[in-house]
C-alpha cells in the first residue's frame, strides 16, 4: 500500500511539473484557456454582487495589465486581485465579500480527481503485484547486502 501511495505521490507531482512547464512554454494558450473557463462559469458568477477574481503573481500581472479581458465579459465589474500563497495556475472567485467561492485552481482540480488517479493505478497494477515488487525489491537489497558483507570479510581476510 505505501508503494502504491507512493506511485500515486510521484504521479501527481509529474502532473504538476508537466503542467507548469506547459504553461510555461505556451502562456498564450494558457491565458486563452482561463478565458474560456471563465467565460463558462460567467452565467454562475455574474450576479449582482462584488465579484472578486483570484489569480498567482504572474497570471495577476498579466491580467492586471489586461484587465479589459476580464471586465468585457462580465456586466459587474470584476476586482483583480493575488492570491498571498501562489499556486501553478486556474483562478480563484469569490462573490460577495467571499460568503460564495469556487476554486477553478490546477492544484484542486488534481486534488479533486486524486481519488479517479487512484482508482485509475489500481486498474493498471493492482496490490499482489505491488506486494510482489516490493518483496523482489526487498530481496534485491538484502541479497546486495550480503555480497557487500562477503566481499567486505574477503577484502579484511587479505589485508591481515
Do not use: C, H
Request: a positive charge.
Amino acid at each position: 500500500m505505501k508503494l502504491k501511495n507512493k506511485l500515486i505521490k510521484e504521479l501527481k507531482t509529474s502532473l504538476f511539473n508537466n503542467i507548469k512547464v506547459n504553461i510555461k512554454n505556451n502562456y498564450s494558450n494558457y491565458i486563452k484557456f482561463l478565458l474560456k473557463i471563465i467565460k463558462k462559469i460567467k452565467k454562475t458568477v455574474d450576479k449582482p454582487q462584488a465579484i472578486e477574481l483570484i489569480l498567482n503573481s504572474k497570471d495577476y500581472s498579466y491580467f492586471l495589465q489586461n484587465s479589459e479581458k476580464i471586465q468585457n465579459l462580465f456586466k459587474n465589474p470584476v476586482e483583480i486581485n493575488k492570491e498571498n500563497m501562489d499556486f501553478i495556475g486556474g483562478f480563484k472567485i469569490s462573490l460577495g465579500g467571499g460568503l460564495i467561492s469556487y476554486d477553478y485552481t490546477i492544484d484542486n482540480l488534481i486534488n479533486k480527481k486524486s481519488s479517479f488517479i487512484q482508482i485509475e493505478v489500481s486498474k493498471i497494477v493492482n496490490d499482489s503485484e505491488i506486494k510482489e515488487i516490493d518483496k523482489d525489491f526487498n530481496t534485491f537489497i538484502q541479497n546486495q547486502k550480503t555480497k557487500i558483507i562477503e566481499y567486505l570479510k574477503q577484502y579484511d581476510q587479505i589485508q591481515i
